[in-house]
């Protein structure tokens, strides 16, 4: 139980376009999905927690017009890297939480990542 | 400003041994933790989460949380080269189901 899955696992575009990725909870409904990004070797870093049905709330430095996020339904987000450049270039993780969940509401299960490369 | 605090190791040791990973947390509040193991290039999946003061055993691994001192660690018994990876701790920061993440110790089973 609890899989989360992430499409693509990997694109690589051109600078300029805009890329789709999409987060989706299988076997779950997720109250709350949470976007990250990890640079090689380093740290997750949370880019924006979104609750269905309602405006993503995004974290300090990271710019809402550039990083489109909609939590359509109970099992899917997606993100939208608009206008894509180079220093996108990153691994894009997202995680969900369980709604309901005995053991804890605020256990994230993790997505497989999507890998952007923009040249 | 709420912070997890891991050493980035690498932390080596034989196959066979135990493992200890260590984690401290600022915020006296928190209420729940988690590890996570992240192989290289690979997203975190989660081992452990533990809520309670105490040892709590799953297979090879024991999560032990003292809040008192606000540490949590993670021991792994009969290390496998498998288990060779990044492990990450996680602290519930007390926001709407958000958790704060350390920036990982790298564990390297030598065989």
């Known amino acids: 139980g609890a899989v989360v899955s992430q499409h693509p696992s990997r694109v690589i575009c051109k600078s300029g376009t805009s890329v789709k990725i999409e987060c989706r909870s299988l076997?779950?409904?997720?109250?709350?999905m949470f976007w990250y990004r990890q640079f090689p070797k380093k740290s997750l870093m949370l880019m924006a927690t979104s609750n269905e049905g309602s405006k993503a709330t995004y974290e300090q430095g990271v710019e809402k017009d550039k990083f489109l996020i909609n939590h359509a339904s109970l099992t899917l987000s997606t993100l939208t890297v608009t206008s894509a450049h180079p220093e996108d270039s990153s691994f894009y993780i997202c995680s969900a939480s369980i709604a309901g969940d005995i053991r804890g509401e605020d256990t994230q299960y993790f997505g497989p990542g999507t890998r952007l490369t923009v040249l | 400003q709420k912070e997890v605090e891991q050493n980035s190791g690498p932390l080596s040791v034989p196959e066979g041994a135990i493992a200890s990973l260590n984690c401290t947390y600022s915020d006296r509040v928190s209420q729940s933790f988690f590890w996570y193991r992240q192989y290289s290039g690979k997203s975190p999946e989660l081992i452990m989460s533990?809520?309670?003061?105490g040892d709590k055993e799953d297979g090879r691994f024991t999560a032990q949380l003292n809040k008192a001192s606000q540490y949590v660690s993670l021991l792994i018994r009969d290390s496998q080269p498998s288990d060779s990876a990044t492990y990450l701790c996680?602290?519930?920061?007390?926001?709407?189901?958000?958790?704060?993440f350390g920036t990982g110790t790298k564990l390297q089973v030598i065989p």
């Open positions: 076997d779950f409904q997720a109250t709350t």
């Open positions: 996680a602290v519930n920061s007390g926001g709407y189901q958000k958790v704060t």
């Open positions: 533990i809520y309670s003061n």
